[in-house]
């Protein structure tokens, strides 16, 4: 297929590139592997790739989702979302009101920006890359999806320092 309507985030749209079967057909120790597979268990050569992919694709969900299981975020909301036809992409919302209650929420919040980017950068280090949201063609590589993140957390943190807290928040509107 090659492009995937991916959802948007808020920060950084990161998905999985769509696996080619173009490229799985011209790998030969790959099809060696899957003509043993069918002769083994049955089927065809097309149903084999098409299950291979999917199981890929299961595969990399269930990494990205362990990922995401050891981080604990209550300023941000993230989670996964499916793609239109295939693949998945992480959806990155801030979770926070129009103030903090004190400046101690929005340090906290900026801690939770830290392990925010660190868990962004285990999952481009499992292959989520980043992509352009709609209907996918592009996508970023490991290098590039780096410098993205780095970007992405720079608009949360600049965010975050212009929130103001309750205090402020009704001083200014006195």
Known sequence: MGAVNYFTSDYITMGIEPYSAYDLENDPDFMDALRDEVNEYGGTIDEALESY?????????????????????????????????EGFTLDIENNFSIAFDGWEDRRAAQREITSLKKCLLECAGVGMVECWPGWCTKYNDYKGTCKAIGAAVKVMRDEVNSTPTWAQYARANA
């Open 53 to 85: 992919i999917q199981t890929s694709y299961e595969a990399d969900e269930m990494n990205i989702e362990f990922i995401l299981e050891k981080y604990s975020f209550d300023y941000f909301h993230v989670t996964i979302k499916p793609g239109y036809y």
